[in-house]
């Protein structure tokens, strides 16, 4: 074992495959741990008969029911198909190499503002009920 042997660098497969496994499992474990202590209260039984007063969204719809509610019904349903189509599109807009994320400072800001825009979207969706 001299000074000129070489470190091994690390692989995908076992090193980082067999990390990857045991994080899963464990994560995997606690939720199974968790679904055990704590399982879901159960609500009363539908009846399709009787129609609720307030219809709610699932949780993931939450900010574009609020953009329905703030803005005309079709801006409303054209805004969504847009920013989908530029989401889309944009691996084939922006087809620089990725050096330093300081490159593409525009796209993470517009990333990141959307995601607030949604979250406070969202928000206000729940506590405006």
């Not at 609500?43 to 703030?70: C, D, I």
């Amino acid at each position: 074992m001299g000074m000129n042997e070489m470190k091994r660098r690390p692989t995908f497969y076992p090193d980082q495959f067999f990390t990857e496994m045991i994080v899963f499992l464990f994560l995997v474990g606690v939720v199974v741990t968790l679904s055990v202590l704590l399982p879901i209260g159960y609500e009363e039984e539908a009846n399709p008969l009787v129609t609720p007063s307030t219809l709610n969204p699932e949780w993931y719809f939450l900010w574009l029911y609020q953009v329905m509610k703030l803005v005309p019904p079709t801006i409303g349903v054209l805004v969504p198909f847009i920013l989908l189509a530029i989401l889309i599109l944009l691996p084939f807009i922006d087809t620089k190499e990725i050096h330093s994320f300081h490159e593409h400072r525009w796209f993470i800001l517009g990333g990141s503002v959307a995601l607030l825009l949604i979250f406070i979207l969202s928000l206000w969706a729940v506590l405006g009920e």
